[in-house]
């Protein structure tokens, strides 16, 4: 058996096939382009952009609205400003220094020692 040779027919049957099978699709293609075109000759509307949103449809779009936006705010870190003036320290974030400063209870630690 002549291995090059059966090689050299298979790869022209998968040509032949392959060929075959682009021809069928530009056919396809060209088609739904003439088709398509037609679309845009008459005047497109969708019926439910024309009627006005119902009380309870406007409930549940903006329902989902808050839900992307809380989703939103979930997944991204807590960003930190760029500058100190910008920064917002809440009480759960002090420390027992910050406490006792607070309460005047003893000097603040020294940045000398």
Do not use: N
């Not at 119902?54 to 549940?60: F, G, I, L, N, S």
């Not at 406490?99 to 020692?113: L, Q």
């Amino acid at each position: 058996m002549d291995y090059r040779a059966e090689m050299a027919r298979i790869l022209a049957d998968y040509t032949a096939a392959s060929r075959g099978v682009l021809e069928h699709l530009t056919e396809i293609d060209a088609k739904t382009t003439r088709a398509g075109g037609s679309v845009f000759d008459r005047p497109h509307t969708e019926p439910e952009l024309d009627r006005p949103e119902t009380p309870p449809e406007r409930a549940a779009r903006e329902a989902r609205a808050e839900r992307d936006r809380q989703a939103r705010t979930a997944t991204h870190p807590r960003r930190y400003p760029a500058h100190g003036r910008e920064e917002v320290v809440y009480p759960s974030d002090w420390t027992d220094v910050d406490r006792a400063r607070d309460e005047d209870d003893g000097p603040p630690p020294s940045w000398v020692s």
